[in-house]
């Protein structure tokens, strides 16, 4: 008999805001108006490329996380994580300060004690902090969802 995925409890799929786009934009603008007046149109066709290579990925950055009875899955690209609900020894939905804590958001490796993040946008998520005392968040969008299901699963 074939292994079956296990039953879904929670999913949900985040990107990057808009603004990063916009910024990123604004930022592109500023620096190839310069270039443009002095018609060094070589210059504008290297900083379209450069631009198009730092904005392009973002485009496709998702933060995923997923929810079944027996684990919790979280990936943003490259990384993919799965943690065992029974390795969870406590966990809470908490507003935190994602540039003062984390250095910003994405995969963030958290200043002192804050332990690692995912997140690509606002400043609430799931704090876990497993049996083995490595700290993790999550950030969510959805956090009244995510909060009922982790209160279901970890009775």
């Not at 985040?14 to 910024?23: A, S």
């Not at 966990?91 to 004690?113: M, V």
């Amino acid at each position: 008999m074939m292994n079956e995925p296990a039953e879904t409890l929670f999913e949900e799929t985040q990107h990057f805001g808009k603004w990063l786009f916009i910024l990123l934009g604004a930022v592109y603008l500023i620096i190839i108006i310069p270039p443009l007046l002095d018609a060094k149109y070589w210059v504008v066709g290297i900083m379209a490329a450069l631009f198009l290579l730092v904005a392009a990925p973002l485009w496709f950055y998702t933060l995923k996380t997923r929810i079944t009875p027996s684990h919790l899955l979280v990936s943003i690209w490259p990384v993919k994580q799965r943690i065992n609900i029974e390795d969870i020894a406590e966990w809470k939905i908490r507003t935190y300060k994602p540039i003062q804590e984390y250095g910003g958001w994405g995969i963030r490796f958290g200043i002192s004690q804050s332990g690692t993040a995912y997140n690509t946008r606002g400043n609430v998520g799931l704090q876990l902090k497993l049996k083995s005392g490595k700290k993790i968040l999550i950030g969510t969008q959805r956090a009244s969802d995510l909060e009922a299901i982790m209160t279901a699963i970890t009775k």
